[in-house]
Structures are given as structure tokens and as C-alpha cells.
């Protein structure tokens, strides 16, 4: 993806920036919260050599007509020029697939630019998923979403996907290696207590939102156990930071750089985004950033 290419073969650390879920728009202060997140970017030392862009970029193109999908995207790309030199690697989020909800958008899906075909343009994606290669680190980037379900969509990779990410597996089974989805690929806490659920059901049974989570987990995650170079997965979604292990594998999940989509905080996670240094021996840290502090609801 963009600008990457200088990182290809570089035995230093590289310093990565998972940034998910801003969802860009032009209420509610958003474009200011975006920018003062990515000027905490900017400040952290060492110099940051590229973002993971989780996600959900804009407030909502699911269910808007095509010229409220494109003010959004503007308002990113506006926002994002001022980071020019910042290689992007991006995903798509739910948020980011413009008609799928067809009543609403007006769409009939024949449109050009209809479903992800909007956010791959604007994101400069040839594809929906893809590899990087950072230093001596492989960069796994998934798509998550595929079309239908309850939720207008069903989190789960597609029978060609599934079949790539094996390959990709298997054909390289020495290279540290970090998957980045936008939904979750594995349940913490958080996902619980996000649907508001406050007590188990008349049964006893805990209620699992099952939009926040890959419907087809177990299956990718027993790729990953068959191949132990697969060190951490991060995504976004859900709005939380949680810290996951499970069979060799971190998984981290950051909060939103929106909050709670620019209202303030959500569950008592603020904006914020994870700064990832990707060792060459293998070894990798993360830290959470909380810009929070200067998130203040508004009334809009």
C-alpha cells in the first residue's frame, strides 16, 4: 500500500500506529477530534513509520445518499493531507460500505461505486484484502464483512479469502507475522458488557452481540495455531482497548479514535489509538495512546 515500499527489508524497529474507527463527518466536532489524534501522532518519538488505518473511516455511507458518502470521504481526505508522508495500510470497515443499506441510500448495488468500491477508491485499495511486507514483519490485512445478515452485514471471510490467507500461511512460515481485521477475531470483556447487557438472561446465559465478532473464528483461528509465526492481531470495531492472549497469539483490540462516535467516552473508553513497535528478532510491544483528555461531549 502507499509508501510502504522504503520499509521492505529494514532490519530496525519499525514503529507502526493502529488508528481505527474515526468515523469522519462533519457534526459533532469530528474533523477537529481527528486532527488533534492524528497530532498526537505526530508528536510521539520515535517518528511513527506508518498507520494501520482499522476502519470505519467515515460516520456512516451504509445507508446515505452517494453525495453524503462523498462529503465524509472529502472531509477524510482533507483531514489526512496534512500526513502526507504517513504510509497508510487500510481495511475496510462496516461503516465504510456505501448502499448496502438499499432502502435508505436509494442504491440499486449497480452503482460503480456501490458497497466497499467506494472506500477502496478513496483508500487507494486495489484490493479488499492484501500482504505487506515491513521489515523483516508480514502484515496480513483482512476483509471482514461480507453482505447480509441482521445487521446488514455478516463478519466472516469469503470462500476466496480463506483460501488466500491458507496460502498465505503456508507459503511463509518464518516471518514474524501481524493480521489486522476490523472486527474482532476473538470475544474479551468488552464485547459483553458493549451490548449493555447487564445481568445474564432468564436462562443464566450471558448475551453475545454476534456483529462484534468473526462468525467464523474458530476456523481462523486454527489456521493460526498450525502456523506459531502469527505473533499478534489487532483490530477495531468494538470501541474498547483489550489485551487477549490466546495460544501464542496477542490480540489487541483498540479503542475508537471517535469514542463514542464523538459524544465523549464509550464504556469508559475515550479516543485513542495503539503505537506498535515491531521488533527484527520477532518480539513486538504495544501501547495504548489516550487522547481522551481533550474529547468533550457535545450537544449536537
Not at 164 to 192: K, R, Y
Not at 222 to 228: D, I, N, V
Request: with cysteine; glycine share 10%; charged share 20%.
Amino acid at each position: 500500500m502507499k509508501g510502504f515500499a522504503h520499509l521492505d527489508g529494514l532490519t530496525r524497529s519499525i514503529r507502526l500506529v493502529h488508528f481505527t474507527d474515526p468515523h469522519i463527518q462533519p457534526e459533532r466536532g469530528a474533523v477537529e477530534g481527528v486532527q488533534r489524534a492524528l497530532r498526537a501522532i505526530q508528536a510521539l518519538s520515535p517518528d511513527v513509520d506508518g498507520l494501520l488505518l482499522g476502519g470505519d473511516v467515515v460516520m456512516n455511507s451504509v445507508g446515505v445518499r452517494i453525495e453524503r458518502a462523498q462529503e465524509q470521504w472529502d472531509l477524510w481526505d482533507h483531514v489526512i493531507a496534512d500526513h502526507a508522508d504517513l504510509p497508510i495500510a487500510p481495511c475496510i470497515g462496516n461503516q465504510d460500505c456505501w448502499g448496502w443499506n438499499r432502502k435508505s441510500s436509494g442504491c440499486n448495488g449497480s452503482e460503480p461505486l456501490f458497497g466497499k468500491k467506494m472506500a477502496m477508491h478513496r483508500l487507494g485499495m486495489p484490493a479488499p484484502y492484501y500482504r505487506l511486507q515491513v521489515g523483516i514483519w508480514r502484515i496480513l490485512v483482512l476483509d471482514s464483512l461480507q453482505q447480509g445478515g441482521s445487521h446488514g452485514y455478516t463478519a466472516r471471510l469469503d470462500p476466496e479469502q480463506r483460501k488466500w490467507l491458507a496460502s498465505e500461511l503456508a507459503d511463509n512460515t518464518t516471518s514474524p507475522t501481524l493480521v489486522m481485521s476490523h472486527v474482532p477475531l476473538v470475544a474479551g470483556p468488552a464485547d459483553f458488557f458493549s451490548s449493555r447487557v447487564e445481568a445474564p438472561n432468564e436462562r443464566g446465559d450471558w448475551l453475545y452481540p454476534g456483529q462484534h465478532l468473526h462468525a467464523d473464528s474458530f476456523e481462523i483461528l486454527e489456521l493460526f495455531r498450525r502456523h506459531p509465526n502469527v505473533k499478534v492481531c489487532v483490530a477495531g470495531h468494538i470501541h474498547c482497548r483489550q489485551r487477549i492472549e490466546f495460544r501464542g497469539v496477542t490480540y489487541l483490540h483498540s479503542p475508537a479514535v471517535c469514542g463514542e462516535w464523538w459524544r465523549g467516552d464509550y464504556l469508559g473508553f475515550g479516543s485513542g489509538f495503539t503505537v506498535l513497535d515491531l521488533e527484527p528478532d520477532g518480539a513486538f510491544q504495544a501501547t495504548g495512546v489516550d487522547v481522551s483528555a481533550e474529547l468533550r461531549p457535545s450537544s449536537t
